[in-house]
């Protein structure tokens, strides 16, 4: 999720204070009462929120972290918090073995059915990062013809739910892969 903020003491202290930061929710980035009411919100929408210690940094405040300010113990914060975007992920097979992460919007409802010849760029990478392929990046286009078996079953059924010009990333367990 993206999302604009500016976090306040009770006095109207600046402490935190962002033009779009992107984050996942869950993974504690932010304290709990923030990434809850992000759950709650639309694209676009603004909130202002009054969030209590112990739903905030609780009775050990926070110490100032780079360009943000300290917060003491006990605060009560308040908010200012607009949704920008989010990137939802999808489960491809009812297993949810192989994710996709819509990073940028393809355009057209058209996608590519089986017998279709498509071109794709792709870079495959292990879970430690490790880089094992590269294709239609230096070297030119890359295609294959989709339910052919050309490439392994995670990547034609990623690509079967795409749109022309769509970019994603894609997580495929061993079952789809090699």
């Known amino acids: 999720m993206t999302v604009k903020y500016e976090v306040c003491l009770e006095d109207g202290t600046l402490v935190s204070k962002s033009h779009g ?3 996942t929710v869950g993974d504690g980035y932010f304290f709990p009462a ?8 639309k694209k676009g929408e603004q909130v202002l929120l009054t969030v209590k210690p112990q739903y905030a940094f609780g009775e050990d405040g926070r110490s ?3 360009s943000e300010g300290a917060v003491p113990p006990n605060a009560t ?7 920008v975007s989010w990137k939802s992920v999808a ?7 192989i994710l996709k992460k819509i990073l940028k919007e393809g355009e057209g409802y058209d996608r590519p059915y ?6 794709v760029k792709l870079i495959g990478k292990l879970e430690d990062g490790m880089i094992f ?3 239609g990046h230096d070297e ?4 294959f013809k989709v339910d052919e078996g050309q490439v392994i079953d995670g990547l034609e059924k990623t690509v079967k739910t795409m749109k022309k010009g769509e970019h994603a990333l894609t997580t495929v367990q061993p079952e789809y892969a090699f």
């Open 21 to 23: 930061v992107e984050f």
């Open 34 to 41: 923030f990434a809850e009411a992000v759950k709650t919100m």
């Open 64 to 66: 100032a972290v780079d």
């Open 77 to 83: 914060l308040h908010i200012a918090l607009e949704l």
């Open 91 to 97: 489960h491809i097979t009812k297993d949810e073995k």
């Open 114 to 119: 089986n017998g279709t010849m498509v071109q």
């Open 133 to 135: 392929v590269k294709k």
């Open 140 to 143: 030119g286009s890359f295609e």
